[in-house]
């Protein structure tokens, strides 16, 4: 077994029989812990648990599309997504990701499910770069509005008193979502690119896999190399640091 194949594999048999959401909500956690030591080691007190400063967001992976572009710190494209502006803004992001996520991950499995949640992610980072590229985007939110946008459209293909029931459910959460973006301040172009890029993977993606095995293992490899980017995109943090 060559090297890449070796890591893929420890990546598969890492995440079987274990909640994704679960694994998401934990390293997003994780990596606000190391934001709040960080900002305490520096003085900053209680200030780093509601409101990071910037240069340190940054230097824990926020988005800065200036550092993608001319510094190669092409990670950031994804580290954003696990970078969060305070434990307000980590608190409903997760509340809502434990709230959507497991009902879709059981619905349409591990693999498809962290597929469009870094698809998503990555389409709300681009179109942060549209609207403001030199503003600094941090949050799990881009992602969780395109889980929320597939559901809503996978949900109403599925139709039927169940489909349009989880399709509603999710509608709700939408809205709240949106108000309290606005509200905070949040970066609402990244949730609408998470959202329109949510829905059209929900209206594209089929309801059914089964027989398909071609579609199958597409999205199987999709799920471990979204797995392996983002292991590797966190490990590459430090490497930010170097260039200073």
Not at 26 to 49: E, R
Not at 105 to 118: H, T
């Amino acid at each position: 077994m060559n090297q890449p194949s070796r890591h893929l594999f420890f990546l598969k048999n890492s995440l079987r029989g274990r909640s994704l959401v679960q694994i998401l909500i934990y390293t997003n956690l994780a990596l606000f812990t190391l934001v709040v030591l960080h900002g305490t080691i520096l003085g900053l007190g209680m200030q780093v648990m509601f409101r990071p400063p910037t240069n340190l967001l940054v230097y824990w992976g926020g988005q800065y599309w200036p550092l993608v572009l001319e510094g190669g710190q092409w990670w950031r494209a994804i580290t954003y997504a696990f970078t969060h502006g305070g434990l307000i803004h980590l608190g409903f992001n997760m509340m809502v990701l434990y709230q959507v996520g497991p009902l879709l991950e059981q619905e349409i499995g591990w693999n498809r499910f962290l597929s469009v949640y870094m698809v998503t992610a990555l389409a709300a980072t681009v179109a942060g770069l549209f609207w403001h590229p030199q503003v600094v985007t941090v949050g799990a939110s881009g992602a969780i509005f395109g889980l929320i946008g597939f559901s809503v459209s996978y949900y109403h293909r599925i139709g039927g008193h169940i489909g349009i029931q989880r399709r509603n459910f999710m509608f709700q959460w939408a809205v709240m979502a949106f108000v309290f973006g606005i509200i905070i301040g949040a970066d609402n172009a990244a949730h609408l690119g998470g959202l329109l890029s949510g829905a059209a993977i929900g209206w594209w993606m089929p309801i059914s896999i089964r027989g398909v095995r071609q579609t199958d293992r597409l999205f199987h490899i999709s799920g471990l190399i979204f797995a392996a980017a983002t292991v590797i995109s966190i490990l590459c943090i430090p490497l930010s640091w170097l260039a200073r």
